[in-house]
């Protein structure tokens, strides 16, 4: 399969001309900001969505050619990538995909009439109750097993996560660890995914976690209440499963943090994992 290295190439050719939100902003700053960067957008807020849908389904296309396309050749994928660094090339490139679009519909009607009955995954693991007890009581573990498997990945070393040494506030479970950054984030590492490949799972974590905290119609099941100041980002940055955005409000800390550990830890991040990892696992295209 494509590397992580690979992935982070391609989401690097086809995003480096987007602005990403300024660091430090609070949710609301961000979501101002999202939202008049949206407005600003040539075409409006429309155009914004479809063009990041666009450059999405470029990602999946690239790295499944990378897997077992012709892209698996380093010189095609070399070009390919300088390809998708500019508009022109990114359009000669869906051209590309929408003169085989035909064939491709097909062979997709074949592949769902052989889908195996849907089941819902189980949670990937379960959290002992004396693990979420150490958390909710801000007694960091420090580096363990885990986090020395994944410090030492070559993806991470090449990327310098850890240059500046072993973080102090990391929190190691039986399926991967947390690691704090006080007042600004919590960056969650699940181990079976940074074995099979983080970046594959980046949009699949968001998914899970949109499942988990949006209400379905017609449901008696309500979703759990996030707490104000509480916010989901992709783990790209820092190269983990996803991260939680905190503004960093000390009247809060103790109340989200007993949130995180005792109703997300606990409850919905088992729940969410499982449905990542499963590959037969399809999330809802409506968003």
């Not at 010189?75 to 359009?91: C, I, K, P, V, Y």
Request: glycine share 8%; with cysteine; charged share 25%.
């Amino acid at each position: 399969m494509a590397s992580d290295l690979d992935t982070v190439r391609v989401l690097r050719a086809l995003f480096h001309d987007i602005p990403r939100a300024p660091e430090g902003l609070g949710h609301e700053e961000t979501m101002a900001w999202i939202q008049r960067s949206m407005q600003d957008f040539p075409g409006g807020d429309l155009a914004y969505t479809l063009e990041h849908v666009t450059r999405n389904s470029m990602l999946d296309i690239v790295l499944r050619l990378r897997e077992d396309g012709h892209l698996k050749d380093d010189t095609e994928f070399e070009t390919t990538l300088l390809q998708l660094s500019h508009e022109a090339g990114r359009q000669q490139f869906m051209d590309w995909c929408i003169n085989a679009q035909k064939s491709v519909d097909a062979t997709s009607r074949l592949l769902n009439r052989a889908k195996p009955a849907w089941n819902e995954p189980t949670p990937l693991f379960s959290v002992s109750p004396e693990h979420v007890r150490r958390f909710v009581a801000a007694e960091p573990t420090g580096a363990g097993p885990l986090f020395g498997e994944f410090s030492t990945l070559e993806e991470v070393l090449q990327l310098e996560l850890f240059a500046e040494g072993e973080p102090a506030g990391v929190y190691e479970f039986d399926w991967g660890f947390v690691l704090e950054e006080p007042g600004v984030a919590w960056h969650v590492y699940v181990a079976d995914a940074w074995r099979s490949g983080t970046v594959g799972s980046f949009d699949r974590f968001h998914s899970a976690w949109r499942l988990e905290t949006t209400a379905v119609p017609g449901s008696k099941t309500r979703p759990p209440h996030v707490p104000p100041g509480l916010s989901f980002e992709l783990g790209i940055p820092q190269f983990a499963s996803l991260t939680l955005l905190t503004e960093g409000q000390s009247a809060a800390a103790a109340t989200e943090r007993k949130w995180i550990g005792e109703v997300f830890i606990a409850h919905m991040l088992p729940a969410m994992a499982g449905r990542v990892m499963d590959p037969d696992y399809d999330f809802p295209h409506s968003w």
